[in-house]
Structures are given as structure tokens and as C-alpha cells.
């Protein structure tokens, strides 16, 4: 079996759990990464974002950018594309990488299964979703291996005492809900609370959101931070606030409780992602903001000695995604995957090749979430 690993995603890499992961593998030299298209730069419909190229033409970019021999196996970030370039990455098997927990899930991963060979996923909730959708000959290449949370992170600070809450990510109102700030803030407020709330992270929707709260006094915006930067704002963070609709494994949820944060986060797999006692005491029903309240005045509540076991636990949970054990589960996965009897004959999806990209995207769009 070649030993190559062939990275391909839609973007270079900017910002995200996804993108980190990209160049993690790209820093450590054992395979190629490839970036189908190139950032868009201001309007996304511009010419030059290169959405009006056919996807046919993306066959030809990619037969052109891989370095040296056909790969052992092409790996397909949240598989945008995968469905096209049967046969043009030349790779013994084809593997998509899920990183987002789609509301269409398992459509999706259904549509995907008819192109690859097996699915690597973020989280053990996403890797038992897609066993119970995929052929069973996809199963034994199918794994999930733990987010990296860089070890700078694993150093947390002894928490605030007042009530520092933040919000780490993407400012957007899709997916992750930013939308539902203002309203989170009016009834902190209501409750008489004595609170700050900081954000870290930019986004498409970053001017909305400044228009809206903005001049709250309670509220400050760091814009985006790196490294250690990152670090030493989020260590000045009692709670770490989520609002997403769906999340695959939250990359910032992962690093806020590695720099000592208690989350408040939406359950999104039934309790999965913490040890239970942390569970019952810091998840709250998607959408739910007065559950999110209840929680964190609980938490307010709660003795030092109880928040300090419950920041133990969660340190343990954040030990076990250092970059160290991501490398082992992704060698460990990647050693084991073998082609699929059967399947060398996979066919690209003709119809859509003929298509721009911007139909392929909306496509996608629809076959991920429905609308």
C-alpha cells in the first residue's frame, strides 16, 4: 500500500478546527495538502473567487497540483468535491473527513458513500452515525480520532472571580448563532447579574453583530487572536459561551476548557462530549437561552471546591486531544485502511462536473441542510 496521504479541501487553510488540522498536516511533511479553490477575497460571487469555473475544470487543477506518484489515499475535507474527482486523484482508496455534524447528516454521508471508500470523523457521536448509514464494506475504514488542542492550551489559569464569560469563534449568524447574543444579553441583564462578556473571532457577520451590541458596556470585542494571544484572553475567561445550532467536535470548546473555562454549550450528542457530573452542570438544550441562564447562575452558585472538581475532570478530557494523541489515532486509522473490494471502478458524478461552481455549492448547500 503507498504510504501518502493526499489533504484536499475546498480552501487553503484560515481559521477553524478544520483548517488547523489542515496545517497540522501540512507542517508535518508526510503527505501533500491541496486546496481546490482559492479564499474568496471581499464578494464571494466575484469572478476572481473562482465559483464561475466548471467543477470539470477542478479534475484538471487537481491531475496538475499532486507532487510525485498517485497517493495511497485522497482525503476529502467534509467531502466537498469527492462526489467529482473519482479517478482524477488517482488514490487507491478515497476517504471523506467529517468535521461538521450537518443537520442533513446522514443524507449527506449517504450521497458521499457512493464515491468513497470509508469515513474519517471528529467526534465518536459522528463516526457512530455514519455506521449505521454507510455499506457495511465501508465500515472497517471508517474511525474517529480526537480534534489537536495545542499543548500551549494545556496550561490553565486560576479562573476569575467575577463572572467572565466568552465566546470564541466565527461570528456568523449560520450555524453559530451569534444572532442570539443580543437576547442572551438582555436576560443576563434581567437576571442582575455582574458579568462581562468578551468575544474572540471574526467573521462574515462581525459589523451586524457590532451595530447590535456594540456599545453595551458589558461587552468588549477582541477581534481575532492567535497563539499565545488566543491563550491569554481565554485564560481570563470563567465560562466559555456557545450558541451554535450543530457543532461536529467544537475545536474552541475543546480549547476553552484545556485554558480552565467552564462551558456553557448546547448538548448536541445527548451528553457525549463531557464526563457526566460536568455534563449535567454545564450543557443546555440547543436554542434554550433561559437553560443556558439556569445553568450559569447554578454554576455562580456552586463552592469552590465542587468548580474546582469539575475543572479537573475537564482537564482530562481536553489531556486527551493533545496534538501527540491526534498524531497516534491518525496513524493508528490511516495504517489500517485497505481498499474496498469492488469499488475501483468508481465513476465520477458526470452531471455534475458540467457545472460551475457556485451549483455545485448550492448543491451541496441543500444535500447538508436542506434549504
Known sequence: ?????????????????MDKVLRLHAADGAGQTLNLLRLPEGDSNAPGSGIHVPMGWLRRRLAGARRGGPPGVSL???????????????????????????PHFERYVRHYS??????????????????????????????WVPYPVEDWFQA??????????????????AQKRVDRLPETLARLDRAGLDYRLELLGDGPDRAWLAEQIGGHPRVLFHGWREGAGLVAVMQGWKYLVSLSDYEGQSLALLEGIAAGCLPLYPDF??????????????????????????????LERMGLAEAAELRAELAGVAAAHRPACYAAAFADWRARVRPVEGRSARRAAWRLLVGPVWAYNRFYRRLTHGA
Open 1 to 17: 500500500m503507498r504510504s501518502t496521504t493526499l489533504h484536499l479541501s475546498k480552501y487553503p487553510p484560515f481559521r477553524g478546527g
Open 76 to 102: 476529502y475535507y467534509n467531502c466537498w468535491g469527492a462526489d467529482v474527482m473519482a479517478g482524477a486523484d488517482r488514490a487507491e482508496e478515497r476517504i471523506g473527513y467529517l468535521h461538521n455534524f450537518f
Open 114 to 143: 457512493r464515491f468513497l471508500d470509508g469515513f474519517l470523523s471528529v467526534s465518536a457521536p459522528m463516526h457512530e452515525a455514519v455506521l449505521r448509514t454507510v455499506p457495511a464494506e465501508l465500515r472497517d475504514n471508517s474511525a
Open 156 to 173: 490553565p489559569a486560576t479562573p476569575p472571580a467575577t463572572c467572565v464569560l466568552g465566546v470564541c469563534g466565527r461570528i456568523a449568524r
Open 269 to 298: 450528542h445527548a451528553g457525549r462530549e463531557l464526563p457526566p457530573r460536568a455534563a449535567r452542570a454545564c450543557l443546555y438544550r440547543p436554542g434554550d437561552l433561559e437553560g443556558l441562564l439556569v445553568r450559569l447562575v447554578a
